[in-house]
């Protein structure tokens, strides 16, 4: 394999700044919600927009990522976002009536939502297809540890000092993560984007946010679905189909959907999907195993959950090495296997199993998910060419999105629905479902697999 450059190990630990502060705010803030609601005088209906603004508006910015970063430069996009998030995180804790923080998490999350993406252009372009998978595991640690840590630190700051704090922890990271930015990351070529798609970003921009504040909607009402609701899902899904026949003919649509017409990078998307719906589902539900289940209070639970985090953070790098080695197919194929394999077994323990097993099988279920979601990624991202990688990156994270929100969904309907039938039975079922959609995304794993190896044999030239 080729050696990596310093200098691109470097490019990579300062883009692992960006993704970790965006995904450790989402932790912390969700853990923080009942104090906020508290002390700004808010009831709870109105401090959950304090999340579910942030996730509308990261869903609105994602779509104009790959134009803005064609437009001005990946780099000076990153840059940008990354600077506007940090202001953001600090007038946030200046915000003096619940109003005001909602509008601020708002401008939070619009930002946000070109970090991740962002970053992995800028690695994807700096490093090539070759290297991309142990550059792209580094991305994956920060990503998949700052989820993991976040209820613990928010719990201990909470135990301590004001919810303003939630906020505030955000500075210091950035304006290293920004100065490091300013010193190290390549600004990118701007000036080949052309003219925005107004009305493609108008279809895509007001239909994924209703999607996914829809499926998130029913989770949080238990599978019940108002008129509102409904309205916002239909019109979400309306939009999202319109713009993807319109930008499938358009020559210069605002994504090119084109792009699936690769069946790696569609394989490799699809799986990402799934793996983002298995997820996200099980951020929902183990969080509430520990608390419901087990009594457990924030900081215990947090604690509890380490161990899932420090399963991944310890594989990824050896998944990033195995993805250059052998494809990203094949190894997420084994992590698909290892996933369902490491989820059943919580379908059928009661609530009055060992802990040193539950911490055994969570670490392991870590190890799992670091073969199967960076993988699967890196796959589709080196099935692109150079100038195609905004758009992949993009429509990657779209899907990511929606799969999580309908994991979530899925999650959050079963458990309310059977809650009042018995805790125990309730997350086995739960956690069944969850297998099953385990069982899903390793069926898309194996795609992935079949088309790289389809187009390996493609390559392979013919003898005379």
């Known amino acids: 394999m080729e050696r990596i450059p310093w200098p691109v190990w470097r490019i990579s630990l300062v883009i692992v700044f960006g993704a970790f502060v965006g995904m450790l705010d989402s932790s912390l803030v969700n853990v923080g919600l009942d104090r906020i609601g508290t002390d700004l005088g808010a009831s709870l209906g109105e401090v959950q927009w304090v999340t579910t603004a942030y996730l509308i508006a ?24 990354f600077a506007a998030f940090t202001v953001a995180s600090g007038l946030c804790a200046l915000a003096g009536d619940i109003g005001w923080l909602v509008a601020l998490r708002v401008v939070q999350g619009l930002a946000a939502g070109l970090l991740t993406p962002a970053g992995q252009t ?9 290297r991309l998978g ?8 920060a990503v998949s540890s700052a989820p993991a840590i976040g209820p613990t630190v928010g719990g201990v700051l909470l135990d301590s000092l004001s919810w303003e704090w939630l906020f505030l922890i955000n500075l210091p990271i950035g304006a290293i993560g920004v100065a490091l930015g300013l010193k190290y990351v390549p600004r990118g070529e701007p000036g080949g984007a052309g003219r925005l798609d107004w009305t493609g970003f108008a279809l895509v921009g007001l239909g994924l946010p209703l999607f996914v504040y829809a499926l998130t909607a029913v989770g949080e009402g ?21 713009f993807a026949l319109r930008s499938w003919r358009r020559e210069r649509p605002l994504l090119d959907l084109r792009l699936f017409g690769n069946p790696v990078f569609a394989a490799g998307t699809v799986s990402s999907l799934f793996i983002g719906a298995a997820m996200f589902g099980a951020m929902l539900l183990f969080p509430l195993y520990f608390q419901i289940l087990r ?47 490491t989820t059943a077994p919580f379908a059928v323990l009661g609530a009055d199993a060992d802990p040193v097993l539950l911490q055994v099988l969570l670490f392991l279920r870590g190890m799992a998910l670091a073969l199967s ?29 929606v799969g999580g929100a309908v994991g979530g969904a899925m ?37 992935l697999w079949r088309a790289q190896q389809h187009e390996r044999v493609r390559a392979v030239p013919v003898a005379a």
């Open 295 to 341: 009594g457990a209070d924030v900081v215990t639970t947090g604690l509890s959950l380490l161990s899932l985090g420090l399963g991944t953070m310890v594989v990824l790098p050896l998944a990033g090495w195995l993805t250059d080695r052998y494809g990203g197919g094949i190894v997420a194929l084994a992590g698909g296997v290892f996933t369902v394999l």
């Open 373 to 401: 979601a960076s993988p699967a990624g890196t796959a589709a991202f080196t099935a692109v060419r150079r100038e195609q990688l905004p758009d992949a990156t993009t429509m990657l994270n779209i899907l990511m999105r």
């Open 222 to 242: 238990g599978g019940g679905i108002g008129p509102s609701v409904l309205v916002a899902l239909a019109l979400g899904a309306a939009g999202l189909v319109v």
């Open 411 to 447: 999650s959050a309907i079963v458990l309310s629905r059977l809650l009042p039938t018995g805790a125990e039975h309730a997350f086995q079922v739960a956690f069944w479902w969850l297998t099953g959609a385990s069982v899903i995304a390793l069926g898309a794993a194996w795609w």
């Open 122 to 130: 800028i690695l994807g372009q700096a490093v090539g297809p070759a």
């Open 134 to 141: 142990r550059v792209m595991s580094i991305l994956g640690i």
């Open 58 to 81: 990261l869903a609105v910015s994602l779509p104009l990522c790959g134009w803005l970063g064609r437009r001005i430069g990946v780099g000076r996009l990153w840059l940008g976002a």
